[in-house]
């Protein structure tokens, strides 16, 4: 240091430097020459962050709360607040724990923070899920609540599965209960941190909800698993329960920071707060404008009141928006703002104005799926956008179908994310396989899933009999189930079943040769016990509902069709051929191809991307805010889910709606949606309605003057 050598083996460093008459220099040099080692290190990943990037960054202890919105560089906070603790030897990477809510974000995180401080390091940490941590926590320490470590997760399908043998091995008493309904009620009851013992003490439907919950403890007790909420509820049980090995985590994890902290449950939360104690080194990063996951246990709160939880708490807000321009980001913070349970924030943008928001009303929903088409279309056409610059954001998955058909028809190559095609799903098949066999007897693809779903009672043995009976007669299977008077080795009970199945098939082909065919299929559908089954699978999450509301989607899509169809006959066929044929002109394209395709899907599939260019169709104020939110008096989660919608976009938002509606063969007028009110005209190419006003003005004149034209003409 400073030109000092020792002069002597073995003499201790401390005496050298005192006894040159330059030491104190040479302290405050090596000082100096740290805190500049330090700033050199650091200057590589601390360049470009903003002031209050920065201040989140060199916060080192206690707890930290930042408030992170759309676009803010909230990840790159995260693992720069991390990195600078590691370079300054704060602590260990193996003290530090880093919890994500998938795991793509979590191996994402872990690639920039080897990239930023080392691989060494990074492998040292803990980087993963809330329920990965808590699967590890179970493996190591899982014996202290009756888990052993070589224990299963259940998928989903297995969960549902093992409910549905426990509610059957309870007795009849269970045989009319939705298993969906109560699978979902004890994931819910898990996420808010209670027992099966805490449940049972609700009102009668919970203390019924309790026994299965009861029950189903005690069968995947005895089978040695878990499923996924217990990954969580368990640990809490085992730190509750076991103060000596919590010290052992909490010793371990010295530094903790949370991400998406806003879409913590109550068990989530519980958990954080253990692992802390008592340092409380915890960074929460969160945006309680776009918590939208209530109905998944979320529990907004947890942000609100963060800064009560953990006392001397600093709040750094990320007030610098990367993504949207300000014309959206504006627009936006304006909608947010109506909710009167938020942090007030105030963030600019850093993308420049940009253009206005665009809106359009479209005739009706048909005119409205086409305009988009077009416009798609028309930007790719012109170079002003790729089609992969395009998403299509909706509220729900059944609103697609006409979208896709759109695009199908103007040759726009999408790709559903998040989601089956609507035409893949279960339901539309089934409903598809209907149509398709009235509208073709000869069907019998169609035929065996009409037999199938629901189920007719006609047996595998009947059918194997019949098949053959059709193949001596040389006649299709409808024609042998027609004709089954005539197999002798059919009994009298699968033959009263096939007489109704015939007289049920013979009555509804002459009503949909009648017409008014989106009429009889509806009731069709609930004749035959279909839209009965299907509803047996709904439940507090909207499971089922959904599939049933695709259902009508595709009825409504025949509504549409037929009255604007000119013929009166053949409509099933000429509507079935019409998606064929939309169908048949997909192409199978090469990895590269594929990216360049507009992409759909819901608000909450959305949440995390961005898009240049984003379009948020069907924006009528029966669908958005959806009115099971509003009749559960959700509406302010609504209005942060048609922020985070808006906040998606980039350089352009595209916000539409219909101006008419076909319900149940009726057009009927739909009234915007009421966010669309929120925003200030400031931020809109125009008052909601002025621009078709003007268009129907133009309109009008226009064939007055072509009309004066030519009978003018005509009259000289």
């Not at 996951?293 to 979320?298: E, I």
């Not at 189920?455 to 009976?469: C, H, N, P, Q, V």
């Given at each position: 240091?400073?030109?000092?050598h ?26 100096y ?5 330090e ?10 962050l ?17 408030l ?14 991390i990195a ?5 030897k ?9 919890v994500t809510?998938t ?15 080392s ?25 202290a ?9 259940l ?9 549905k ?6 007795g009849?008493?269970m045989k009319?209960e ?11 009851a ?45 640990p ?13 985590y ?15 449950n ?23 404008d776009?918590?939208i ?6 529990v ?29 980001l ?80 103007e ?43 629901p ?15 059709a ?5 299709s ?18 033959k ?17 040769a009648r ?12 004749e ?7 509803e ?18 595709i ?24 998606l064929?044929?939309?169908?048949g002109e ?24 961005e ?15 959806s009115?099971r ?14 922020y ?27 009234t ?9 005209s400031?931020y809109l190419?125009?008052a909601?309605g002025?621009r ?25």
């Open positions: 240091m400073c030109g000092v020792p002069t002597k083996r073995g003499r201790p460093l401390s005496e050298i430097i005192y006894s040159h008459p330059l030491w104190p220099l040479c302290i405050l040099s090596s000082f020459y740290a805190r500049f080692s700033s050199f290190c650091l200057n590589d990943y601390l360049s470009g903003n002031q209050s990037q920065k201040k989140a960054v060199f916060h080192t202890r206690g707890p930290l709360l930042v992170a919105g759309a676009g803010s560089g909230k990840t790159r906070v995260l693992i720069t607040r600078r603790l590691l370079n300054r704060v602590c260990k990477p193996s003290q530090v724990l880093a809510f795991n793509k974000a979590a191996r994402e995180m872990k690639e920039r923070i080897a990239k930023t401080v691989p060494q390091a990074a492998s040292s940490m803990t980087v993963s899920t809330i329920h990965s941590l808590g699967a590890r926590i179970l493996r190591n320490d899982g014996a609540v009756g888990i052993n470590r070589n224990f299963s997760i998928s989903d399908y297995e969960r549902k599965a093992t409910i043998g426990v509610m059957r091995s309870m009849k008493g009319n939705s298993h969906d309904t109560h699978a979902i009620a004890i994931s819910l898990k996420n808010a941190s209670l027992d099966p013992e805490d449940y049972r003490k609700l009102d009668e439907a919970g203390a019924k909800t309790g026994r299965i919950y009861t029950a189903y403890r005690r069968v995947l007790m005895h089978r040695n698993s878990v499923d996924f909420d217990d990954l969580l509820l368990l809490l049980r085992l730190f509750e329960n076991n103060p000596v090995i919590l010290k052992e909490q010793q371990k994890y010295v530094y903790v920071s949370i991400d998406e902290f806003q879409d913590t109550a068990v989530q939360m519980k958990l954080m707060k253990l692992l802390a104690a008592p340092q409380n080194n915890i960074l929460a990063v969160g945006d309680d776009q918590s996951y209530s109905w998944r246990g979320a907004i709160d947890n942000i609100l009141n963060f800064s009560r939880a953990f006392k001397g708490c600093k709040k750094v807000v990320l007030d610098t928006n990367y993504r949207s321009t300000a014309q959206i504006n627009a936006s913070l304006a909608v947010a703002s109506k909710n009167p349970r938020r942090i007030e924030k105030k963030i600019v943008a850093s993308s420049g104005d940009g253009e206005k928001i665009t809106h359009y009303r479209g005739d009706d929903e048909e005119d409205e799926a086409r305009w988009i088409a077009e416009t798609i279309k028309s930007h790719a056409a012109g170079r002003q956008f790729r089609f992969g610059d395009h998403a299509l954001l909706f509220r729900t998955n059944a609103m697609m179908r006409r979208f896709e058909e759109a695009l199908r028809m040759n726009v190559p999408y790709v559903t994310i998040g989601a089956a095609s609507f035409f893949d799903r279960k339901e539309i098949r089934d409903v598809l396989a209907y149509m398709r066999f009235f509208a073709n007897q000869d069907d019998e693809f169609s035929l065996l899933r009409v037999l199938k779903v189920d007719k009672g006609i047996t595998r043995a009947t059918l194997r009999e019949l098949d053959s009976f193949s001596g007669k040389r006649s299977l409808y024609d042998a189930i027609c004709g089954h008077e005539q197999c002798m080795t059919i009994g009298d009970a699968q009263k079943k096939l007489a109704g199945f015939v007289d049920f098939c013979r009555r509804y082909h002459t009503l949909f017409g008014n065919c989106a009429v009889v299929l509806r009731t069709l559908l609930q035959s016990g279909y839209l009965e089954f299907l047996k699978a709904s439940g507090p999450n909207g499971a089922g509902r959904e599939r049933i509301e695709n259902v009508y989607e009825i409504h899509g025949l509504e549409t069709f037929e009255k604007k169809s000119r013929k009166k006959d053949a409509v099933l066929i000429d509507y079935l051929q019409e064929c044929c939309a169908a997909d192409r199978t394209e090469s990895a590269a191809d594929t990216q360049n395709r507009v992409k759909l899907m819901t608000f909450h599939k959305a949440k995390g991307l898009f240049p260019l984003v379009f948020l169709p069907g924006l009528d104020n029966s669908t958005m805010p009115s939110s509003v009749e559960e008096g959700r509406i302010d989660e609504e209005r942060r889910l048609f985070v919608g808006m906040t998606r976009a980039q350089k352009r938002l595209i916000l539409t709606y219909p101006a008419a509606k076909v319900h149940r063969t009726r057009m009927t007028q739909v915007p949606s009421q966010f669309l009110h929120e925003i200030p400031e190419d125009g909601l002025e078709e006003k003007e268009n129907y003005q133009e309109y009008v004149s226009d064939f007055f003057a072509e009309m004066k034209s030519r009978f003018g003409a005509s009259g000289e």
